[in-house]
């Protein structure tokens, strides 16, 4: 789905200014660990890992995010990204990130995750789909955050979108239940007051 980020960008600057003097810049991405974190809470049947013949179902969001490193991928996991605050979550991300990139995370940093997060807007990727991670039931995929022509109001606008796409083990989760998953980030991500309340 499409998701307008005018004003989660408008949000990031102000709360990068009011954190200047504290040495800390706030990500995109970092917000979009917030916001996926709860957006599982408001959609807990997505929050579900499949094993086997098992379904495990988690009452924290611990975010597995996609690091490229020099021999790969690896997922270091934001613990409890539901109710952290997203400069904790920004703290913890660059350095599990560092350390990703030295391969000095011990296992529990990279192994588990209730569900993963994927982000190659960076790369100037408009739209992916991203393989998910088992055991878990659940990855979103984000691509670049552009300015596109957008009805908005009933009149044609220019608008900062960015492309977001669920992929989800139907044996785990229906698909009306990543449905209500994904309008869950999106609503978030569009009106992002929600992620610091």
């Known amino acids: 789905m499409d998701v307008r980020l005018d004003a989660l960008l408008k949000l990031r600057a102000e709360l990068n200014d009011s954190l200047s ?8 991405n970092d917000m979009l660990i917030k916001a996926l974190g709860l957006a599982l809470m408001q959609a807990p049947k997505c929050n579900v890992s499949f094993a086997g013949d098992q379904l ?3 009452h924290r969001a611990d975010i597995s995010v996609a690091v490229s490193v020099p021999n ?10 539901d109710s952290k ?4 979550i920004s703290s913890e991300m660059s350095d599990l990130a560092g350390r990703a990139k030295d ?9 588990g995750g209730t569900a993963s ?8 990727i408009k739209q992916f ?5 088992p055991p878990q039931g659940m990855i979103m995929a ?12 009933d009149a044609l606008q220019i608008a900062t979108v960015m492309s977001a796409t669920g992929s989800f083990d139907h044996r785990a989760i229906d698909g009306a239940d990543g449905a209500q998953l994904m309008q869950a980030f999106r609503d978030l991500c569009e009106k992002p007051l929600g992620l610091v309340a």
């Open 21 to 28: 003097g504290r040495g800390l810049k706030l990500s995109v």
């Open 56 to 58: 495990v179902q988690y």
């Open 72 to 81: 790969g991928l690896i997922t270091p996991i934001i613990t409890g990204a």
């Open 85 to 88: 605050a997203i400069s904790s």
């Open 103 to 111: 391969g000095k995370l011990q296992p529990h940093e990279y192994q």
């Open 117 to 124: 997060l994927s982000n190659m807007g960076m790369f100037g």
């Open 129 to 133: 789909e991203a393989v998910i991670n």
């Open 142 to 153: 984000i691509g670049a955050g552009e300015k596109r022509p957008f009805v908005i109001d």
